[in-house]
């Protein structure tokens, strides 16, 4: 009767997780647990939004466990401490995990590896967060790619050789073990409540990942690459967070996609490509953070390294994170992201835009920033979103590219529905003024809206001027 420990951390499903699968398939009895360890993510560990999710997804796979007669068992401290006394209580002989790929995530396991091989315990590791490894897709020299389109054209045409995702593990094969802490020990939670809006908008775990993941399909993946550039449709499919905390495995994805697209009448079927290449600048991004570790706190093109960023200032970074920059979508974006935990994409590409080249603040204040607010707070994506927009990114949007935020507004949000949900202190007004209130300064008066904190078009114009000069030098 062989014991294994199958150790959870981003991977918080019982479908199609692979070291789970491959512990059950090899081992009669499995102890599941999970070791909470926010100091060996440094200097990256879990925002507060983040930690928000994680209480409760782990509050899923617990009730998803008690299902199949089994428990979660949750520990909090060094995590090869724990694994050893787990070991020596279970006598179990393997470790499984799914592999991570932030460097801080990497380091840590590489060296729990090597301990835990030194005393004879067998670990063996599997991919339940991408399509492929990083070191999987190389160019034709053998090395990383740097531009998307190459990469995703290679690792395109390698999905249709995927298996199919694995079901979840059969009853009564679980161990037990004392010493388990409470959940709320961990203190995930925020003592000062903000996460009203949060709850009503959010439903962690795995069960609540496949019904968004079914929602999508049935209401906004057949008009996905119209809507999905528009903040005020549920255009997206909003299954960032549950992708970030392993609830769900883009190979689930796929497969849900393709199940759905044949269920359909051929002249009704979906275009599935468009959302399956977003999945590719995901895995594009972890294919980044892999082979170019130190980008999360370095520019990704070192000609940025003398870039002229003004020195921080608090009281702009305030109004910029509070949504108080008097520029209507740049608020309302900013608002979501207070309220919900989620901004949807058009917006932060606006946001960032305006902090990095109106505003001309580092873009790693900006990252920062998301990475406490955001539900989704991914290493990988959260560095290549901000240095894309900075410019300073693997294939990013050239520095001149500055996103005006009021075209923005009236081409994505034509009829001010976004902003009017964001905005209440600007919902009355007609619409030409709800995207440019500053025209009409006598109507602001009495509503609490501020004015706009810098000239769009004369900050456009400096940070051009700066980029050029730094060009030069
Ligand atoms: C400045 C900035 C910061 C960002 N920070 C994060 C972050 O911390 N975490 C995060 O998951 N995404 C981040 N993104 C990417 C993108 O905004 C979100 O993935 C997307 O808005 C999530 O919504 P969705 O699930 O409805 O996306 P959908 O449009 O439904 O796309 C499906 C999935 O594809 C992936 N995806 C889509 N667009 C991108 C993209 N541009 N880059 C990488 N992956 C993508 C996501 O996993 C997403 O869930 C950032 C983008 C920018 C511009």
Redesign the pocket.
Known sequence: MSTALVLFRRDLRLIDNPALAAACSAHAGILPVYIHTPGENDPWPAGAASRWWLHHSLTSLQTELRRLQGSLHLREGDSLCILRDLIKQSGAATVYWNRRYEPAAIACDTRIKAALRDHGIEVQTYNAALWREPWQIANQQGEPYRVFTPYWRNLRAQLESTPPPAPEPSESRWIKLPGSVPLRALQLLPTIRWDGEMNKTWRPGETGARQMLEA?CHEALGD?AQA?DLPARHG?????PH??FGEISPRQIHFALLQHARRLDVRQRPDIEP?LR??G??E??HHLLYHFPHTPMENFNSRFDGFPWQPPDDALLTRWQRGRTGIPLVDAGMRELWHTG????RV??VV?SFLTKNLRQHWHH??HW??DT?V???LA??T???Q??AGSGADAAPYFRVFNPVAQAKKFDPQGMYLRRWLPELAQLPLDLLHEPWRDPSQLTGRGYPSPMIDLAESRKQALAAYQASKMQ
């Open positions: 999508f996905y999905r997206t499919s909003r299954l960032s992708l970030h959302y977003q999945l600048w995901r594009f991004a989620w901004m949807h994409n932060r590409m960032a900006g990252a998301f990475w955001l989704d707070a991914n994506n959260n290549l979103g901000w894309w927009v």
